[in-house]
């Protein structure tokens, strides 16, 4: 059976707001917070989107992981940010603002110059404190909110020393932001840099109820506002081929937080009509292009579309999602090569890159995918997010340090490769801080009759208006089933969304022990309506099975997966010094450790091969007979760490 998603009928604006405000920072904890805010602009001033969504997320305060792998990552990413010292974040920010540091500024792109002195310094703070905020928000523990608070304080002492709304910690700040808006050729992606501070402050103000962040944050925005408004419309058009983040989102964002119609309006003008045009019209211009430059672009536009109504930017994110998701990606979720989009007619000679996959792009294709579902619930999306949560987001993170990967590349025999504690803050080291503390943001989703259950996680959700907590039990993916049990106030009418992945043939539920469902249409939720009592216990079964996935363009290059699981050869740590997965330059991918390796090498029919896997006794682990008559042992992707792999396979 299929669901068709239904449109809200009754929704206050207030609570719309609270629940769309920030899609792209997945920001759902409104509701609790706002109440409660002193300072500031009254909660009346606030604008709800003019287009609203047809689902809610539930606050991340509200959902609780149980033990597992994905708890494990946050609990590893909690200990590193807890780690990191503030005042090295904000050396150079201090230093900018005519201030003496406070401690020594850490290394790597916090104080070196980049490649081609492209000067990243400071878009590490922003991703801390977007980390924070997260990891508060979904803990409550004191000691997040208290690094905000402290940074953000700083922050607004460098504003004052300076006389500006403007923080940044790029060299030269001011004078490198003036020059890049008067048109002037300058070396740097100074709005890159700012859109994560923007964030990192939003982020802290909405999910920490930060009026210190809050303060620092609109005075950024004015700034912003005040530093274009003589550009015309074709000059700022020309600076926003340099790659800016999501300065439109942000702005958007803004706008909804102050209702402040300059805010909207630099939301327009920060989307980049060279890029969504085309898309907007259906057309896939993306070949050669920087792919984590677009992506932040797009999550914008949905923003933009949700603050204007225009249709023209909900065209160009939704015809972007589908083109990148589902012709674009390899079987990981993940895709590029050396981070651009390459034309899928070479996809053969692309795929087998050590540069494969920047993290970023999954962090930020995840944003996107959310966004839309908000507005659209369709199980695609769901599907898309779960395989890119476990193949992408959850197999970047080294489970022993929580230090996290740059690329995920598929060369054969290659390794993960990740950064170092205090001398590399790549750009996937700033997104892995968010990361791996939001897991908890897009199991669940309601409206005002339903809850929609989209990935399988140990967990549980607590919905307040219902007087009901749902706790989801399962070993999956070791087991393809979930248990689910409600807790309940008094007997209460819902209808419960279970998602039946396209990966599984059918989806069989059990209410109580007794089967109450059964679905052959793959790609779709099992809608359960009824009155639940306290107790009731519902089963979902589903069918995991291998199989072999390839891209049109090259057919005999094959990948094998399990479900929504993507299986890797582990090929084992001969030639590998320990440690030496651990490095500070990721321009450097596929130098290191690049001494010469055979990997085995497979021969038969891609579909005959994928049945041909064999389970072995432990959890989802199988082997493969070579073409020397050698075995190969597969695993998840997620769990290959400090060893060789291989993910793709040239079939002879």
Known sequence: MTVEHVRTKSRSSRR???????????????????????????LQQFTPPLVPTNLQ????????????????????????????????????????AGLKPKAAVYGGWESEATWDDINCHGHTLGHY??????????????????????????????????????????????????AHIRGDKITGVPWYTLHKVYAGLRDAALLTDSSVSRDVLLKLADWGVAATQSLSDADFETMLATEHGGMNEIYADLYFMTGKPDYRTL???????????????????LDGLHANTQVPKIVGFQ?????????????????????????????????????HFFAMADFDSHVFSAKGSETCCQHNMLKLTRALFLHDPRASYADYYERTLYNGILA???????????????????????????????????????NHVKYRDSIYFHDDRALYVNLFIPSSVTWK????????????????????????????EIALRLRHPRWSRTATVLINGQQAAQSDDPGSYVELLRTWKNGDRVELRLVMEVAAESAPAAPSIV????????????????????????????????????????????????????????????????????????PVRLIPYHRIAHERYATYWPIT
């Open 559 to 630: 990948a094998f997966t399990y479900g929504p699981l993507l299986l890797a050869g582990a090929l084992g740590k001969a030639g590998l010094a320990p440690g030496s997965d651990i490095v500070v330059n990721e321009r450097k991918y596929g130098d290191y450790n690049n001494a010469p390796f055979t990997p085995p090498t497979l021969a038969g029919e891609p579909q005959e091969l994928a049945n041909a896997l064999r389970r072995q006794d432990r959890p989802l682990e199988f082997t493969i007979v070579s073409k020397d008559g050698s």
């Open 396 to 434: 970047s993170q080294d489970p022993d340090t929580g230090m996290a990967t740059y690329f995920q590349g598929a060369r054969p025999g290659y390794m993960k490769l990740y950064h170092t504690p205090e001398d590399s803050f790549w750009c996937c080291t700033g997104t892995g801080m968010e």
């Open 16 to 42: 719309q707001f609270f629940a769309t405000v920030g899609t792209g920072a997945l920001l759902a904890g409104w509701t609790a917070i706002a109440p409660r805010r002193a300072s500031a602009q009254p």
């Open 57 to 96: 997320p539930f606050d991340m305060a509200d959902v609780t992981l149980s033990e597992g792998p994905f708890l494990h990552a946050q609990r590893m990413t909690e200990a590193y940010l807890l780690k990191l010292q503030p005042d090295r974040l904000l050396h150079n920010f201090r230093v900018n």
């Open 465 to 492: 208006a219902k007087g009901a907590v749902l706790t989801q039990s399962t070993a999956f993916p070791e087991e393809p089933a979930t248990t689910l049990r409600w807790t309940l106030q008094q007997p209460t």
């Open 267 to 285: 939301a327009k003008r920060f989307s980049h009509k060279a890029i969504m045009e085309p898309l907007a019209r259906s057309r896939d211009e």
């Open 129 to 178: 404190l977007s980390g924070c905020a997260l990891a508060y928000r979904s803990t409550s523990d004191k000691r997040f909110k208290d690094r905000i608070d402290y940074i953000a304080g700083e922050l607004a002492a460098c504003q004052q020393a300076s006389g500006s709304g403007l923080v940044c910690a790029f060299p030269k700040g001011p004078q490198l932001m003036a």
């Open 303 to 339: 923003r933009v579309y949700e603050a204007t109504g225009d249709e023209t930017y909900r065209d160009a994110a939704a015809f972007f999602w589908k083109t990148v998701a589902l012709t674009r990606s390899f079987a990981s979720g993940g895709h590029g090569d050396n981070e």
